[in-house]
């Protein structure tokens, strides 16, 4: 069964850390292309961060510096560090392997002001 789940998401002040991670089943996740979106209420999905089969990464440009994306190909996870966190931070947070064009269904992040 081809699976990806997302945790860690939760309530955090701002100007707090939260890890998200994302756990696929059912695929060959080294051989994936791996992102992070979100969509916060109200508005459309926008893309958060890649990380290729090499560990090349990208980032949305507002959240170079404060997010980082990094995978363990070995526990076929991707993770999202997420520091500094801001409130319009708060949205649904979705993994995506694009290689293979599968969601997962999304964790939620609140963060308090």
């Known amino acids: 069964q081809v699976q990806l789940v997302e945790s860690g998401g939760g309530s955090v002040q701002a100007g707090g850390s939260l890890r998200l991670s994302c756990t696929a089943s059912?695929?060959?996740?080294?051989?994936?292309?791996m992102n992070w979106y979100r969509q916060a209420p109200g508005k459309q999905r926008e893309f958060v961060a890649i990380i290729t089969t090499d560990g090349s990464t990208n980032y949305q440009t507002s959240l170079r510096g404060r997010f980082t994306i990094s995978r363990d190909n070995a526990k076929n996870t991707v993770y999202l560090e997420m520091k500094n966190v801001k409130p319009e931070d708060t949205a649904t947070y979705y993994c995506?392997?694009?290689?293979?064009?599968?969601w997962g269904r999304g964790t939620q992040v609140s963060v308090l002001s």
């Open positions: 059912g695929i060959t996740f080294a051989d994936n292309v």
């Open positions: 995506y392997a694009s290689t293979t064009d599968v």
